[in-house]
Nanobody, 122 residues
């Protein structure tokens, strides 16, 4: 089992930045890819970004390309999502996820955190 805990959410004005963190614990030596998804009110949970176990490969949703950056720090078993030039439409609960394989679908993920709320005001 892998446990994931997100942090770093909050309220920010449009155009601002936030950095989300996802701390992993448990059986983290299994070589998991780590990803971020988000769910806005009344909408389905959608893919945001994913990073491979090695960190050498990343993928992003078109809506965040050029604004968000996913990274990971092995020494701390932590993944990050740096979010810049935030827009009101980025408002959502952001979930961290881990998977044995690098995918972009919710069904690809094996473990989930409980989420952290990001609110972008206009």
């Amino acid at each position: 089992q892998v446990q994931l805990v997100e942090s770093g959410g909050g309220l920010v004005q449009a155009g601002g930045s936030l950095r989300l963190s996802c701390a992993a614990s448990g059986r983290t030596n299994g070589g998991h890819a780590m990803g971020w998804f988000r769910q806005a009110p009344g909408k389905e949970r959608e893919f945001v970004a994913v990073i491979s176990w090695s960190g050498g490969s990343t993928r992003y949703a078109d809506s965040v390309k050029g604004r968000f950056t996913i990274s990971r720090e092995y020494a701390k078993d932590t993944a990050y999502l740096q979010m810049n030039i935030l827009k009101p439409e980025d408002t959502a609960v952001y979930y961290c996820a881990a998977a044995r394989t690098m995918g972009t679908s919710r069904d690809d993920m094996d473990y989930w955190g409980k989420g952290t709320l990001v609110t972008v005001s206009s």
